[in-house]
């Protein structure tokens, strides 16, 4: 999907450089029901499931099916003698074999391939120009997820140019237990407090552009009339240099969305961000207070303070 902001390969056999992203895009809007629950795998360009038993596989299959059907996707079918049974479907596979069409070009061939679709970087570097950073964000009571993103310029296969988005970073942690309990307009506000501070050594202090799907987020960062709770999260997000929030539907919002739901159904384990809340004022928690009042009520600050009053610096 060139000039659409996804990451496109450098060289496939049908000259679409783009079909791996599309495919998950399409993927990711219709089917992804079925990889959360882990029924189907994606692998590039192709999307397969497995099961132990073949009463299982079935089930598996139907549900597939179903979701294609419901969808309006269409499938290529394979053609098996009929009626086809488990020793049938079994003989067809293993009678399958390529030693008659796949040769040592095939194998050389396929090498370059690889070499070609890994040579590029998914992600870009930013770029402290003064473009602005978009983040854009999701969450819910599985899984807080922000996405970095900046326009970059991109050389097509065509040879022709284009300003597109490229992302820089992906954020994801499952929900504590706390978090969990949070209502779902305090989620999106836990996500965006948590992305902006897991994106904060490349943004800094430059310019920063809010996507979020939760219009009610969005209204309330716009205003200045808010309840207590409200206005803690809003002056912990309001430390960043933020220009724009923007509502996107959330059936655009597929990236952070479907990663968001990663988690959906899955154990917690270390290290997977449940084990710690993202609040609206950790950072106080913790000593990181950005408080001058607060910060000259330490002594050693004291003495620094009056050492460099002279500074112009200071």
Request: charged share 20%.
């Amino acid at each position: 999907m060139e000039g659409r902001g996804y990451f496109w390969y450098i060289c496939m056999p049908f000259r679409f450089t783009g079909a791996p992203s599309s495919f998950a895009h399409v993927t990711a809007s219709h089917l992804h029901d079925l990889i959360a629950e882990d029924i189907m795998e994606l692998l590039v360009d192709n999307g397969g499931a497995f099961a132990d038993e073949f009463s299982k596989m079935m089930v598996k299959l139907q549900h597939i099916l179903t979701c294609v059907r419901d969808c309006n996707l269409s499938l290529s079918a394979v053609h098996l003698p009929m009626p086809c049974s488990k020793p049938i479907y079994c003989r067809a596979m293993q009678g399958f074999k390529l030693g008659d069409y796949w040769t040592v070009e095939h194998s050389k061939a396929f090498l370059r391939y690889k070499a070609a679709v890994t040579s590029e970087l998914v992600l870009c570097r930013p770029h402290w120009d003064g473009t602005p950073f978009i983040v854009t964000t999701n969450g819910c009571k599985d899984g807080f997820v922000g996405v970095l993103t900046q326009q970059s310029s991109t050389l097509l296969p065509n040879g022709r140019t284009v300003i597109k988005l490229h992302p820089l970073a992906f954020a994801l942690k499952h929900t504590s237990p706390a978090e969990e309990k949070y209502m779902p307009f305090l989620l999106e506000f836990a996500a965006l407090k948590f992305a902006l501070d897991k994106f904060a050594h490349l943004i800094g202090h430059f310019s920063v552009e809010i996507e979020t799907d939760c219009q009610a987020l969005r209204d309330v960062l716009l205003s200045d009339k808010l309840n207590t709770v409200h206005a803690r999260w809003h002056d912990g997000i309001l430390t960043y240099q933020i220009v724009n929030v923007r509502h996107v539907p959330g059936k655009l919002n597929v990236v952070a969305d479907a990663l968001s739901r990663k988690g959906k159904g899955t154990p917690k384990v270390i290290d997977d961000g449940s084990e710690w809340t993202a609040s609206e004022d950790w950072d106080t928690s913790v000593g990181l207070a950005d408080d001058l009042l607060l910060t000259l009520d330490d002594p050693q600050v004291s003495v620094l303070h009056d050492h460099f009053y002279d500074e112009l610096l200071f």
